[in-house]
């Protein structure tokens, strides 16, 4: 019976703290109540929210603004167009700090934020802290437009665009800036129907234990690659667009790791891996994905592998009209021990102004299973052709709706049909939960592997990256 009431009690002073505290949040306005955004937020306890009214926001208050650790909600009156932060291009001004353990319950909402100027990300800047940011313009900002130190920030309905002198969005897990690699666990933003394009570096780049999820979001027009992964990192990529990027789509390097899920990969430009390059020591999931009208200088206009000792494993993909200039206009597979998997795919219609215009696999560990490919083994040459496990595959046409016109489902007739990124969902599922922990268990591998032999690096390298 006590422990009843005990329990009873509890649970009433809990419901009053909430309701009490829910009943006590104020609404602070500017500048009606505050004269600037800074004095709003130090003037706000938990729970509060502040308002700003349409316009312009520039110099002291307005800029460098810091959430101190606070957990309430700054937003703007009538959204992004209308209140707008404007650094002026001031040296070292940018438009939010979040640096005091903000949480995902720390809100920032429906602000355009332009012309800052830092060297670590012109627009914000989150270090070891995680807030929420809403229907926020983040643009024309010197030193990249959000730069993510330790965070697990929520970034939702957000563009993230001609940002320069960096990256749309730069996510480090380690300290480095000092030249010392401390080890801290893995960091984890999330976007969701974002729009990153046309910044002057990468659109999001992964670097040192960092790791990404990117949902429903386009990624374009970036100068550098659209999504890159370097030095033990990873992301999850779901329901994308990744196009127009001057320097590739994504690409995974050093002991990183990218699952790519029922995403379009498209008419993006590099020297290697148009689409998606995988370097040495790299893991690759790609499920249920359109990579089509990519191009490559050299080798590798849809996908480009190179690989010692990482994997790279492809299921229910579309891989077409992609076109390199050396080999391998679809795939190029360049591996020395590692493996190179790809089943229930279609290869075709890719172009090669070299050498194998579909296919290009060198060493003994490519499998090729239950897949449409252009020209069958005739494409690999006499060498290759032997040590290649090729099993199930068929050369027949898939019949595309309107190639032409970039519609790649397949029609009524194809002999495709359980092929292809337009598979049925049961289909994909099963592959899709092995490969997802397969790349999960790889990264957590590739950590192990990075506590035993740290090295120095230097902040200023970084950056050139």
């Keep these: 019976?006590?422990?009843?009431?005990?329990?009873?009690?509890?649970?009433?002073?809990?419901?009053?703290?909430y309701v009490t505290t829910n009943l006590f949040a104020a609404v602070v306005q500017v500048p009606s109540d505050q004269p600037t955004i800074q004095s709003a937020i130090d003037a706000a306890n938990d729970g509060d929210t502040v308002i700003v009214?349409?316009?312009?926001?520039?110099?002291?208050?307005?800029?460098?603004?810091?959430?101190?650790?606070?957990?309430?909600?700054?937003?703007?009156?009538?959204?992004?167009?209308?209140?707008?932060?404007?650094?002026?291009?001031?040296?070292?001004?940018?438009?939010?700090?979040?640096?005091?353990?903000?949480?995902?319950?720390?809100?920032?909402?429906?602000?355009?934020?332009?012309n800052g100027n830092n060297t670590d990300g012109g627009g914000i800047f989150c270090d070891v802290s995680s807030p929420t940011i809403k229907n926020c313009i983040i643009t024309d900002n010197s030193g990249g437009g959000i730069f993510c130190i330790v965070s697990e920030a929520n970034i939702i309905d957000c563009q993230i665009s001609n940002n320069r002198d960096g990256n749309g969005v730069l996510i480090i897990e380690p300290d480095t800036r000092n030249g010392v690699v401390i080890e801290i666990p893995i960091s984890g933003p999330s976007f969701i129907n974002c729009d990153i394009s046309q910044n002057k570096g990468h659109g999001i780049y992964c670097l040192l234990?960092?790791?990404?999820?990117?949902?429903?979001?386009?990624?374009?027009?970036?100068?550098?690659?659209g999504i890159f992964c370097n030095s033990f990192s990873g992301a999850k990529i779901t329901n994308c667009i990744i196009s127009q990027n001057l320097d590739g789509g994504v690409e995974c390097r050093e002991y990183s790791g990218l699952t790519i899920t029922d995403s379009i990969i498209k008419?993006?430009?590099?020297?290697?891996?148009?689409?998606?390059?995988?370097?040495?020591?790299?893991r690759l999931n790609v499920i249920g994905c359109v990579i089509a009208e990519n191009i490559a200088t050299e080798s590798g206009g849809g996908i480009d592998s190179i690989s010692t000792f990482g994997f790279v494993d492809i299921s229910y993909c579309t891989i077409t009209r992609n076109s390199a200039n050396n080999r391998g206009g679809g795939v190029s597979a360049r591996l020395e021990g590692s493996s190179f998997n790809i089943s229930k795919s279609i290869i075709w219609g890719n172009i090669s102004n070299g050498t194998h215009p579909e296919f290009f696999g060198s060493g003994p560990t490519v499998h090729i299973i239950s897949c449409v490919l252009q020209g069958g083994l005739e494409g690999f040459g006499e060498q290759w052709a032997k040590s290649i496990v090729y099993k199930d595959n068929i050369d027949e046409d898939p019949l595309f709706v309107n190639a032409e016109n970039g519609n790649y489902t397949l029609r009524h007739a194809s002999p495709a049909k359980a092929m292809g990124a337009t598979a049925s969902r049961e289909d994909k599922q099963e592959d899709e939960e092995e490969k997802v922990q397969s790349d999960e268990n790889f990264i957590e591998d590739s950590l192990s592997v990075s506590a035993v032999g740290k090295r120095i690096i230097k902040w200023a390298d970084l950056k050139r990256n």
């Design 53 to 114: 009214t349409d316009g312009i926001y520039s110099g002291e208050g307005n800029t460098n603004i810091d959430f101190k650790g606070k957990q309430i909600t700054v937003q703007s009156q009538n959204g992004p167009e209308e209140t707008i932060i404007n650094c002026l291009s001031k040296p070292n001004s940018r438009g939010f700090i979040f640096q005091n353990k903000e949480t995902n319950d720390t809100v920032l909402e429906g602000f355009t934020i332009k």
């Design 209 to 225: 234990h960092a790791s990404a999820t990117i949902t429903k979001s386009t990624i374009s027009q970036n100068l550098g690659r």
């Design 267 to 282: 008419q993006n430009t590099a020297k290697n891996g148009g689409g998606i390059y995988c370097s040495p020591t790299s």
């Design 1 to 17: 019976m006590n422990s009843f009431r005990s329990y009873l009690s509890l649970t009433i002073m809990i419901c009053l703290f």
